[in-house]
């Protein structure tokens, strides 16, 4: 029902940035009726984890892990999704999942992930 598209992914050093993107499109014809977007990551073998989250009325929660770090932003015209990651470290070393929760609908819709890759 919802397709999410990520970008921005690849290898970067540590103390480096990288800036990831997520766009949201529906069924032709549908509304989305966001009422959050935001990004989760899965390390190997390790379990899924929130990254950051941003409500579509403006309320922005990160991870201990990250915060301070990572900025995440939204454009609610277009339905698309930031983060903005800088200092990066080893181990934020993992596969970006975008995710979109919509108004009065259970569940959540996932992108297909994006690695992101901190080595020297």
């Known amino acids: 029902q919802v397709q999410l598209v990520e970008s921005g992914g690849g290898l970067v050093q540590p103390g480096g940035s990288l800036r990831l993107s997520c766009a949201a499109s529906?069924?032709?014809?549908?509304?989305?009726?966001?009422?959050?977007m935001g990004w989760y990551r899965q390390a190997p073998g390790k379990q899924r984890e929130m990254v950051a989250v941003i409500t579509w009325a403006g309320t922005a929660t990160y991870s201990d892990s990250v915060v301070g770090r990572f900025a995440i932003s939204s454009d609610t015209e277009k339905n698309t999704v930031s983060l903005q990651m800088n200092s990066l470290k080893p181990e934020d070393t993992a596969v970006y999942y975008c995710?979109?929760?919509?108004?009065?609908?259970?569940?959540?819709?996932w992108g297909q992930g994006t690695q992101v890759t901190v080595s020297s």
């Open positions: 529906g069924a032709s014809g549908s509304s989305l009726s966001i009422y959050m």
């Open positions: 995710l979109l929760k919509r108004d009065w609908i259970d569940g959540m819709d």
